[in-house]
């Protein structure tokens, strides 16, 4: 009996696995929620922030002259994608009604893609236009980015 009807139904598994893995769907994220910032401040230095975004990567964020206590005090105000920098990032500003707050960022390889409605284009000084979102709800100012770890998923 020959192996050849084996080897071509092993072979079409793998060029389907292979497909699919490089088919992968992008990434989804939005700004994280105020709940899940991690805060270290000091008097030197002020207050510096950090959350989590997924596969190792980090949101990071300061404000020299933020208290501890400020933290509780903002809420997500805006967002913006800024694929035209080096590095790529993303930014998300957390205010209070005073105006002080916070702004966190991460760092992409990639650029990222606003994928809801509430997404518009923000005239800049300089006449260019970023890809920009309004709070009050993180969620709603969602994107994506192509699959992160994606070295790592083939090793």
Known sequence: MSNIPYLLAAGCVMALTVGHAMASPPDTHACPDV??????????????????????????????????????????????????????????????????????????????????????SDVQRDGSTLPRCNGPVASRCAFTTPVWNRSEQRR
């Open 35 to 120: 709940a899940t910032i991690v805060q270290l401040c000091t008097e030197e230095d002020g207050c510096t922030y950090q959350a989590t975004a997924g596969n190792g990567k980090k949101w990071n964020g300061m404000n020299p002259v933020a208290m501890e206590s400020d933290l509780a005090t903002v809420a997500f105000d805006s967002a913006y994608i800024l694929n035209n920098r080096t590095p790529k990032f993303v930014a998300c500003d957390y205010l209070k009604n005073q105006g002080a707050g916070m702004r966190m960022a991460l760092t992409l390889d990639d650029p990222a893609t606003p994928n809801e409605n509430d997404w518009f």
